[in-house]
């Protein structure tokens, strides 16, 4: 989606606490504090210079509650690959989500079932944030290294990447100020990546700055793009719209477009159980390449089209 598009998507009442529901399994943390390789020019988006000191209350806020407290929760979904040319496919996947001391962590499984296709990832969220994979080279389990992290998974224009979402916690970045955003106004930062010695992609000169979109009201995630060396963008994430699953709204459409092939990957959720408690065991990197059981299906709701 680019910026100024005009679709709209409103954000009910009732989701302040849970309109970023999926991005639960894509928000992660890093404990880098080496200095950024290609630092983010600001791009400022009103008259006069933005507040770099409200930006970074909006930023606290935001990593503060912008995931929501609630409960365990299960998804169906579906990736819809969608190439410019060449006929659509459908990747079938769910995910677990939970919270452990760490901060939250989810489970995602793509394919589940298929032999030789099945992908398992794990990712967990806080000052100590990690990706592992299964099956990995050796076939067992394995963390997702600095390189691969940006490869496609089954196929998709997602990664592992975006799975992580690393940059909403970057310590540098730069207060775009306020831009409306699909008929919303939003609160717009510019991201800027750090660098490690561990670090062997981001050392290659592929440096990625993202360009995030907060909607002001309801403090949630509505768009990120991951941008090349000269600021222009790679890759455009952004939430399409919410369902109501009982009394809670969740995201239930996510776009994964690549701006250089113009391919696409839609994400939709198709079937949900909140409130849920999951076994420890779950959230376990060692047990990543055990079978998981769903809810029963007296506790799942479907989210139609």
Known sequence: MRRGATNRITFPRQAVASACLVFLLVAATRSWAQPRLNPPTPGYLHLGTADQEEGRKVMGDFRQHGWGQGGAYYLEFELHVLPRRGDERVVPGRLWGGRNETGPITRVELQPGVKDAERRLLVQVGAQSSVWSWPATAGGVA?????????PLAGTDLSAFDLQMPFLYWKDFTYE?????????????????????DDGQLKKGVARNVRIWLDTQFNALVQAEELDRDEQPLKAITVLDLKKVGEQWIVKTVDVRNEATRDKTQFTVT?????????PA??????LGDAAAPPPPDQMHKVDQ
């Open 271 to 279: 079937g949900a159980a909140l409130d849920q408690k999951f076994p």
């Open 177 to 197: 100020g306020v831009e409306p955003l699909r008929g919303r106004p939003t609160h717009v930062f510019l991201m800027g990546p750090p660098i490690g010695d």
């Open 143 to 151: 963390p997702v290294g600095p390189v691969t992290v940006f490869e």
């Open 282 to 287: 779950l959230f376990d990197p060692a047990h």
